[in-house]
């Protein structure tokens, strides 16, 4: 197996080389979880996992993205061990058609600033075709903003680490904990 290559119930998973279609599937749920948090929903969702054809490999792959709930537990992680990362700026700008929106965020224990943006429609069409105002956009434009800010600031490896954790504890494994990095300040 090659290096930082791992497995799952037999299949190779795959970090890289998420399609449009991929990227859009994986926000739409991003915005079902923030939905559900604003409600109150507890959300333990932190990764995506599907299975597709890797016509390279000849076999089935298991294709894998961070959740916008993995985002926040890997940071809160990052926290804990003292590397906070925090969204400290926002800026809108509105269309008739959507919400714009950038974020500001800071990783304290290098100093580094990263800046995040989302552009959120304002509408959604429901089951029948039509377009209706979709009451949590505004809140989706800054939640998102603020997951693609803080999501530069956390390395791959870390994002890989705390896979493996959350698939050990989908078994039945004690609680997570992922060893982000330590802060050198």
């Not at 890289?16 to 599937?25: D, R």
């Not at 089935?60 to 890997?74: H, M």
């Not at 505004?138 to 493996?164: D, H, M, W």
Request: net charge positive; glycine share 6%; aromatic share 12%.
């Amino acid at each position: 197996m090659a290096e930082g290559q791992m497995t799952f119930d037999k299949l190779p998973v795959v970090w890289t080389g998420l399609s449009k279609e991929q990227i859009e599937k994986f926000d739409v749920l991003d915005a079902d979880q923030i939905e559900l948090s604003i409600k109150g929903r507890i959300i333990d969702q932190f990764f995506y996992e599907f299975e597709q054809w890797d016509p390279n490999k000849h076999q089935k792959v298991l294709q894998v993205g961070i959740s916008y709930a993995g985002i926040k537990w890997i940071a809160s992680q990052m926290a804990a061990r003292g590397d906070p990362i925090t969204c400290w700026d926002a800026s809108f700008t509105d269309t008739p058609e959507t919400y714009r929106c950038v974020v500001k965020a800071r990783r304290y224990a290098t100093g580094e600033d990263r800046m995040g943006a989302f552009e959120q429609p304002r509408f959604y069409t429901d089951k029948e075709g039509k377009q209706k105002p979709n009451p949590f956009a505004f809140t989706l434009v800054l939640s998102k903003a603020q997951r693609n800010a803080i999501r530069q600031f956390i390395p791959e490896p870390v994002i890989q680490e705390g896979y493996r954790e959350w698939k050990l504890k989908q078994k039945g494994s004690p609680p997570l904990t992922v060893n982000a990095p330590k802060s050198s300040v």
